[in-house]
């Protein structure tokens, strides 16, 4: 009897799933019943499928990783209620030596807070900097787009991190590492290709300095402390209770487990707290918080929790592990799909957690069985998701960017295909070195 190859089971649920999230159904829900119905074409039983799905919904990871989400978003909605967002953004527009720094510096900053369609959010401010009309509509939409996302690869408080740090079981700071060069590459190649040193004038718009110049850089000064400081107290509290742990852990006989979990979760949602707290006492109250906690942030939850289960039930039918045997017999390297598939998911989501959720359980399967080391498996995955995200014209933060400058996708998609497309060489470049490096 005719069997049907593991690749080609995952190949038609995978398409299923993106299926129906094209027609706008729910993505935790699209992907949690393409787990199940994967798992039992695979021959598992219902009741091996329900076991596998209810021991993930009480896994402590997932349970700490939803409350680092509502955490993170509740935290983003307060910033932006009690103004502080604003302040951040204005300080740091006027401390940027020249226009063209503090466009690129910006958003990118703007970008630290994880939201959806939060482009829109740095937009005016992006053309408010524009203020002599010497960049068109296609470029501001660029500029705003790319380097609001250049961080995405290695910033903590984004969601497809946090989820790429829980499945991937990686420490946090491991992870922030091995894709440091990702958001030093990417702003360079901002900088050449989308706003590269033209003839207008380069000086930022300045306070006026005839009078009292060492009183007015102490001003600038104080609106920088400031205008960084909410998200400078959660990153600088991370950090110090981060290395704290890593101290302490080995002196505590905790089990592995329990440590690994503690140590992933605890140092951040911590310096969230800390940070909540000063923003509660800048604001004159916790009323800021009051509704924080939206629709859209259950949403996200969701999506997490359906990413989560399918994952469990990929690894439950051990359909990776079978389809890279295939792949190996039928000769196709495993770094093609390692590479394609994330790329495919980043296109037609449009979202960090569609090519992270969608993608990340099956290549980390076949990167375990083909030989890959793991880390440059996991790094190369990343920045073809990456890639994918950002050519995607169904990504949220391109459709409000476009419709704020008035530009169109395809002109605006033109600007920064060469750049982006530079990047992935250079990502494979680096993956490979990697490979070679770490076997």
Not at 4 to 32: C, D, E, M, R
Not at 269 to 279: D, E, P, Q
Not at 344 to 354: A, C, E, N, P, Y
């Amino acid at each position: 009897m005719f069997s049907i190859p593991a690749l080609i089971k995952i190949l038609v649920i995978f398409s299923l799933v993106v299926i129906a999230t094209a027609k706008h159904v729910h993505l935790g829900l699209a992907a949690a019943i393409g787990g199940i119905v994967i798992a039992l074409w695979q021959g598992l039983t219902p009741a091996a499928v329900a076991v596998a799905a209810v021991r993930e919904l009480l896994n402590p990871d997932l349970i700490l990783l939803v409350v680092l989400l509502a955490a993170i978003m509740a935290f983003s909605a307060a910033m932006k209620k009690s103004g502080a967002m604003d302040t951040f953004a204005n300080a740091i527009a006027e401390a940027a030596p020249s226009r063209r720094v503090a466009l690129a510096i910006t958003p990118l900053l703007i970008g630290t807070l994880p939201m959806p369609g939060g482009a829109i959010i740095s937009a005016p401010l992006v053309g408010a900097m524009n203020d002599d009309d010497s960049r068109s509509p296609e470029t501001l939409s660029a500029i705003n787009y790319w380097f609001r996302h250049i961080l995405e690869l290695i910033w903590p408080l984004y969601p497809a991190f946090i989820l790429t740090a829980g499945l991937t079981k990686l420490p946090i700071t491991t992870l922030m590492v091995l894709n440091l060069y990702a958001p030093i590459t990417l702003f360079t190649l901002g900088l050449i290709f989308i706003l590269p040193r033209g003839r207008e004038s380069t000086a930022h718009p300045r306070l006026e300095q005839d009078s009292a110049p060492r009183k007015l850089e102490k001003t600038k000064l104080h609106r920088l402390v400031r205008g960084i400081a909410p998200l400078g107290i959660v990153l600088g509290s991370y950090i110090v209770l981060d290395v704290i742990w890593e101290l302490a852990a080995p002196h505590l006989g905790l089990d592995a487990t329990t440590k690994s979990l503690v140590g992933r979760y605890a140092p951040v949602l911590c310096g969230i707290v800390i940070g909540s707290l000063y923003l509660v006492k800048i604001a004159g109250g916790p009323q800021i918080f009051k509704k924080s906690i939206t629709k859209s942030t259950l949403g996200l939850i969701a999506v997490v929790i359906g990413i989560r289960i399918f994952s469990a039930l990929m690894n439950a039918a051990d359909l990776a592990h079978a389809a890279s045997i295939e792949l190996a017999s039928a000769g196709i390297p495993s770094i093609i799909v390692i590479a394609l598939l994330p790329f495919i998911s980043g296109i037609v989501t449009g979202v960090g957690l569609g090519y992270v959720g969608l993608s990340m359980p099956i290549v980390l399967g076949l990167i375990s069985s083909s030989g890959i080391p793991f880390k440059a498996g996991v790094v190369i995955a990343g920045a073809f998701g990456y890639a994918g995200m950002m050519f995607s014209p169904l990504h949220v933060c391109m459709v409000v960017t476009v419709q704020h400058f008035k530009a169109t996708l395809p002109s605006t998609i033109r600007k920064f295909a060469l750049p982006l497309g530079i990047f992935v060489a250079i990502a494979s470049v680096y993956g490979a070195i990697l490979m070679t490096v770490m076997k």
